[in-house]
């Protein structure tokens, strides 16, 4: 995994010196075709004609982040510091993975888009999110996040999943494949959280800390995915996809996050760190049944 600094180095340079050109400059960056690629994949609400308007969009007007630019240029030093230099990101993510598992994408720090997304082999972290501002340290913890995306895809072949679907049976496979993917990059940092008393910094690892609450959690999750795996035959509606926003966290509940590392939790202290990460190049049905099995013994 290499880690490329260029995008936010040159935001903050735009920034400073309001330089236009500059946004050209980054329009033809390598996280910029990441960037741009992800949001027309998913159709997000951003500028898709062109890479410069991408960009443009997601670093003006600039006077809303002259308040925040010191913070930004804090969190390229610390994660110079502590994400790249002493390879910690990386010791913790290769635990994660398969023994023989090498992940050769590129890990880009950005500004302004998402918190942190991944596509295909590579992935992204934003470090002008609130989330980087509120608490410096979770740039470290979704940089790991991030980067077991990557590898995650890349070990499934490097395609990413696609909601140009319309069956509950297509619903279904979409749910376990974002379960999977979201349990493990939610589940990867939770020791080295732990171990540095940050599980309060980040309502997924708060929740984790509550049984009730989990409990709670994994009803509802799994409420919504028998729904549709009941009824595979079925014609997806709109109410539907509300359903997926809800999994997703559009509710507040951000159920494949919290009920996905729970069942990693489990299945990694059942079974071994190896059958953990060997379920990883499985069909991701094969996750939650491993899961449903151990806890219904």
Known sequence: MTYDFKFVELAINFLESGDTEILREISELAATDTIYNHARFYNYDVP?????ELVTYLLTPSDKYKE????VVDNLIYAKENVTKHSLVEKVVMQYFPKEFLPSGSIYFTFGYDIGI???INCTLNLAHPFMLDSIGNIKYYAIHEMHHAGFTELRGGCMPS?????????THLVENLTHLEAMGTYAPLR???KENAMNSDIDYIVLQDKALVDDFTKKYFDIYNYFKDHPDYTL?????SKLNILSGGGGERLWYVV????ARIIDQQLGRDALTSLISQPSENFIATYMELENR
């Open 68 to 71: 925040v630019l010191p913070q």
């Open 48 to 52: 898709t004609n062109s890479k410069l």
């Open 260 to 263: 996905g590392a729970q069942m």
């Open 237 to 241: 509606t709109d109410e539907d996809w």
């Open 163 to 171: 909601l140009a679907i319309s069956t509950y049976k297509e619903m």
């Open 192 to 194: 080295l959280r732990e």
């Open 118 to 120: 991944c596509f295909n």
